[in-house]
């Protein structure tokens, strides 16, 4: 078996690329994507320690379940998020969040 | 597969061959044993659905090469062999090839799980259902980017518009899905069948098996929901840029799916091998299943050169405002009932082994709440439909008033 | 460690999901950066099953190879005129600086520590079956409120997104 | 077999599954004419000279399906675990399940009135 810090080696570079296009991409749905990358090294991350986790009975469940609720919260995330975007699209044809400040006072 | 590969291995570890080797070597005997099945198969399909076709149609169909025109298939490879394959310049060259490859390797991974017999598959996946579902998803996501390698204007109108059909009748699909799930107790499809020893889950809730089946003739492209072939509005389709062997694997992909989606609906809803003797010999067992898919392609064959093709609004319509709702209701009353009869010992928990009598009294009750149901439902249809030929005569009357005056 | 299959395929999982996590950052067309996206989540999926945890695989497969690339997908096309922008990085280096710092970070406060510790042999092999979650979704004291509250979320991201996104004018 | 064996099997599958289609455009491709010319591979829209660039504006509603889609997606990621267990549940447990799919269902019925269901 592979061990667990190879696991999470992975998921730190995967978390790392996230971070980068968050920081570097200018269009708001390639950030997006960069986010979704850095969802899925949690993931990683959290699969990895439940299944190499000693605890108890009562614990068994919980990076597993956790996961899963991950993934309702970045298919809500997705859903929404790529709303918006379209919606600044339509009215300010853009999609640079930089570009939409509206709301700034 | 089981037993062969662990002979397999016993008899290579025996020779002296390294252990890692031999479970290699088995492993991928049984992925050629199982993966062979619907190779052969989908060439005898594409002969059977041209019959068919031409036969529905009232006309002869392939009967020049070989007896009966059996070999037209391998005719029609040679020919598709020998074309000009044409990417053109300003498509994306890698997605534009891998395109046809995953649509193809999309099919053919459902059939890893798919039980032949009690004992010869391939895998007998703890998630088996949700496997197939899962696995689906890869051909709408090679279909869209087919559309959009192929940078053409009807290509992506095309692909765009099925991808819009396919992710729409995924839901009525997989909550039909859940139904044979729930009643079984597990997602495995050898358990699904298992429990259907007392009663073909068909009978137990039928609509399901009706949601499930329009679905997944909406799922393969089929008519009335062709969209894929709509060669009046979008010239092809998401396919048009394709040639020779390239868009023949789209094409075979479809024909395998639909017959793969008959095998499915006969395990999970028709008991699968079961049958009289089914029990004395596997390939009795092998046999039932073959028949009971077959009837079930056939009549999807049947269903598809018969009615004529739907607008993309009354299929979304149709999807949206009455198959996605239906399904919803039929999980909610079959997952009530099912527990209000398990509350009263009416129904055993366990269907696996379940006999005939012990799922009698549930069967009754099912098939009740289902007849109600659909007498419910055509009351709604014949209404929907009354208000709706009024409008369109309304319309018509409009439409001559308006010409006279002019 | 052995060349097995475990090992094996981890190494390709980690070539696709790197790779593809690369490719995403790196490609300037943005329906190859989804079907890079898509590449790395497979890779991610392939990952949960080798820690045991096919469900979550097929889920992952399910939601984003299935539905989130879509939706991305018809999210780049309703908003085309990104290909026609030139400029689409800013802040190159120091974001590359920046994320390169990071990783060490976490390469070395959360990894290194650990490294050679587990002993992966030790890690009794349980089965846990989709029974058990679906059990533990709905049970008072497992997680049947994040459950319910999941479904509240999905119902108030699907409501807003569609007030959101809908046509002003219909 | 235990569980890692079986996915071996469907990984191995996964790795043979593309090589099938592939061996016959492998073929293909040794047996062919090769005569490509300008025309030829021109992108082909009924004869008519392509104008401006593929990606032409898509309606919002594609975007909605797709949405709608996704929720209901997640949402049956949860129910086949219930659905599962479903044969062993109590009461309790069996209402929560029932409690999911109402809220569901009520997001389905907004986007119904809202008309947001309609193919416009």
């Known amino acids: 078996m592979v061990p667990l810090w190879m696991y999470l080696a992975v998921a730190a570079a995967l978390f790392c690329i996230g971070v980068f296009g968050v920081l570097s991409r200018r269009n708001a749905v390639a950030i997006l994507m960069s986010v979704e990358l850095m969802l899925n090294a949690v993931n990683i991350n959290l699969v990895a320690f439940w299944r190499y986790s000693e605890t108890g009975t009562d614990l068994l469940l919980n990076g597993y379940a956790f996961t899963a609720f991950v993934l309702i919260v970045a298919a809500a995330e997705a859903a929404v998020g790529l709303a918006i975007i379209i919606t600044v699209y339509r009215n300010r044809r853009s999609v640079i969040p930089e570009e939409a400040v509206t709301l700034k006072g | ?406 | 460690m052995e060349l097995n299959a475990v090992t094996i395929g981890f190494f390709i999982f980690s070539v696709f999901t790197l790779g593809g996590g690369i490719g995403v950052v790196t490609t300037r067309n943005l329906f190859q950066g989804t079907i890079w996206l898509m590449v790395s989540l497979f890779g991610v999926a392939g990952y949960f099953v080798l820690l045991s945890a096919p469900f979550l695989a097929a889920v992952q497969i399910l939601v984003y190879i299935g539905a989130i690339a879509i939706l991305i997908t018809f999210a780049v096309m309703l908003t085309r005129s990104v290909t026609r922008i030139r400029e689409r990085y800013i802040r190159t280096v120091p974001s590359f600086v920046a994320s390169l710092a990071l990783f060490l970070v976490l390469l070395f406060g959360v990894t290194v520590p650990i490294f050679g510790e587990q002993n992966p042999e030790a890690i009794p092999a349980f089965v846990m079956t989709t029974r058990d979650l679906g059990v533990a979704l709905v049970d008072a004291d497992g997680y049947v409120a994040p459950f319910l509250l999941a479904s509240i979320l999905l119902t108030a991201a699907m409501i807003g997104a569609i007030f959101i996104a809908r046509d002003e004018e219909s | 077999m235990n569980v890692l064996n079986e996915w071996a099997f469907v990984g191995l599958f996964a790795l043979m599954a593309p090589i099938f289609p592939a061996l016959p455009i492998v073929i293909a491709w040794l047996f062919r004419p090769r005569k490509p010319n300008v025309l030829k591979s021109s992108t082909y829209e009924c004869g008519v000279e392509t104008i401006g660039d593929t990606w032409v504006q898509f309606r919002v509603q594609y975007y909605i399906y797709g949405l709608i889609f996704l929720v209901f997606d997640v949402e049956m990621v949860f129910l086949f675990p219930w659905a599962v267990a479903y044969n062993g549940m109590n009461l309790f447990g069996f209402i929560a399940g029932f409690l999911f799919i109402f809220l569901l269902t009520d997001a389905l019925f907004y986007a119904w009135k809202k008309n947001a269901l309609d193919w416009k």
């Open chain 2, 1 to 406: 597969m089981d037993e062969l590969c662990t002979g397999l291995c016993k008899l290579m570890a025996e020779a002296g061959a390294d252990v890692g080797l031999a479970q290699f070597v088995s492993l991928l005997v049984g992925v050629l044993l199982v993966s062979g099945v619907p190779l052969v198969t989908v060439i005898l399909l594409i002969w059977v659905e041209r019959k068919v076709a031409a036969r529905i149609q009232d006309r002869i169909g392939p009967n020049r090469v070989g007896p009966l025109g059996l070999l037209q298939t391998f005719a029609d490879m040679l020919k598709l062999l020998s074309k000009e394959d044409i990417t053109p310049t300003a498509a994306d060259r890698i997605l534009y090839n891998i395109a046809p490859l995953v649509s193809f390797a999309s099919v053919v991974l459902i059939w890893a799980v798919i039980p032949f017999t009690p004992f010869h598959y391939g895998v007998d996946l703890e998630i088996g259902a949700l496997y197939f579902v899962a696995i689906a998803s890869f051909g709408t996501l090679s279909i869209m980017a087919a559309g959009w390698a192929s940078n053409n204007k009807y290509a992506l109108l095309g692909a765009f518009r099925v991808v819009a059909l396919l992710v729409s009748y995924e839901v009525p699909l997989v909550f039909a899905l859940l139904a044979p799930v729930m009643l079984a107790g597990s997602m495995s499809l050898v358990d699904i069948v298992n429990a259907q020893t007392g009663m073909w889950f068909v009978v137990l809730s039928p609509l399901a098996f009706v949601i499930f089946y329009i679905s997944s003739q909406a799922e393969t492209g089929r008519a009335p929901f062709d969209l894929i072939e709509a060669e009046s509005e979008l010239v092809a389709g998401f396919n048009i840029e394709y040639s020779g062997m390239k868009f023949g694997m789209f094409f075979a992909a479809e024909f395998l799916h639909v017959f793969t989606n008959g095998i499915l609906m006969a395990l999970l809803f028709f008991g699968g091998w079961m049958g009289p003797l089914f029990y004395e010999s596997p390939l009795i067992a092998f046999a039932w299943l073959g028949v009971k898919g077959t009837i079930i392609y056939l009549t999807t064959l049947w269903l598809r050169n018969t009615v004529p093709r739907l607008r993309i609004d009354q299929i979304m319509a149709f999807n949206w405002k009455f198959l996605v709702p239906l399904s919803i209701a039929n999980l909610i009353f079959l997952s009530l009932a099912l527990k209000i009869l398990q509350e009263l010992g009416m129904a055993p928990r366990d269907l696996i082994g379940a006999s005939f009598a012990e799922v009698l009294p549930a069967t009754i009750v099912m098939l009740l709440i289902n007849l109600a149901m659909t007498v419910y439902l055509l009351g709604i249809m014949r209404k929907r439909g009354r208000e709706a030929r009024r409008e369109s005569q309304a319309g018509a009357a409009l439409a001559r008033a308006g010409a006279a005056g002019d």
